[in-house]
């Protein structure tokens, strides 16, 4: 069983990548609250415990490599990035600005970004590509990527789950943020993918679903997938979209919504009464 206090820390970041994200959007801006928010924990966990990274030496040969395919999911990943120390936090204010480091989708200006993504589908290529180099180069780094449901329309990546197969790329692991809402609605109404698990199961990998939301379930899940040899793992999240203030959750509105200022004073006391009992829960350890 994981140390109690290590979830405690990795729950209490989860919050504190939430309010990066509220904070990069601000009042009166769209922004992608949704789809950031239901990533919270997996970034907490991936990014603060399990990923050899670090912000001093971001192109280190041997560092882990995170490609967030979900691009427009990019707040997360910066919230997450800014916390490491890969840029300053003024950064955060400046963002999607003429001249700002942090621009609406990844991009490899960016410290600790590591491919440019956002066009949807294709994360899952560069990262089989990304995979089988560090192979040839004997590298025990590992590749995480992380798509979205609605995602799974796209039929690149379709394409690279067969090359990561057929290459038994056990170094990596995707991530399939079920949070069953795509940008307009429902993403069962929109454009129905049924049985996801068994789909990538039959393309070679080896899959499993764990709540998104659960640290403990979470490293459990990616220690799991390290320990599988000759293919990759698909872990699928079930979250929920716009996780963490109560108004936003579940609510396509919010894929890409706005923040009014009384909405933004309430989802920011939401997550600052989350970060509190969290701080009294780890007291308690
Ligand atoms: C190739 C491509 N087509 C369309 C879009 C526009 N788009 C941006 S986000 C989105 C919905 C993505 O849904 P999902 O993968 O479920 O992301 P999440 O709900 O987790 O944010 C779409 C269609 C895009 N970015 N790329």
Redesign the pocket.
């Known amino acids: 069983m994981a140390d109690q206090a290590l979830i405690k820390d990795l729950e209490a970041k989860a919050v504190q990548l939430r309010c990066n994200v509220l904070e990069m959007i601000g009042i009166g801006k769209a922004g ?1 609250w ?2 950031s928010a ?1 990533l919270a924990e997996a970034m907490a966990v991936l990014y603060f415990h399990v990923m050899n990274v670090d912000a001093k030496a971001p192109k280190a040969p041997d560092r882990d490599r995170l490609l967030l395919s ?4 990019a707040l997360i990943q910066y919230a997450a990035l800014c916390e490491l120390g890969y840029f300053p936090r003024e950064e955060m204010q400046r963002v999607k600005s003429l001249n700002g480091l942090l621009q609406g989708h990844p991009d490899l200006s960016i410290p600790g970004v590591e491919a440019v993504t ?4 294709q994360g899952l290529s560069i990262g089989v590509g990304m995979a089988l180099a560090l192979r040839l180069d004997k590298k025990a780094s590992r590749v995480y990527v992380v ?5 799974q329309s ?1 039929g690149q990546l379709w394409e690279a789950a067969m090359a990561a197969s057929n290459f038994k790329l056990d170094n990596l692991t995707a991530f399939l ?1 079920w ?1 069953k ?3 307009t609605g429902r ?1 069962e109404d929109v454009f129905k993918i049924p049985d996801l698990d068994k789909k990538w199961a039959s393309f070679g990998w080896e899959v499993f679903s764990v709540d998104g939301h659960d640290v403990e379930k979470l490293l459990a899940a990616v220690d799991k997938a390290k320990a599988v040899k000759g293919r990759p793992t698909l872990v699928i999240l079930d979250t929920v ?1 716009g996780k963490g203030v109560s108004f936003a959750e579940n609510t396509p509105a919010y ?1 890409n919504g706005t923040f009014d200022e009384a909405r933004f004073t309430l989802a920011m006391a939401e997550l600052e009464a989350r970060k509190a009992a969290l701080a009294a829960q780890k007291e308690m350890v």
Do not use: P, R, V
Not at 70 to 73: D, R, T
Not at 118 to 121: A, D, E, P, R, Y
């Open positions: 992608h949704g789809g239901s979900k691009g427009h999911g956002g066009s949807l589908g798509m979205g449901d609605g995602e796209e943020d949070n809402i795509q940008a993403t979209k894929h």
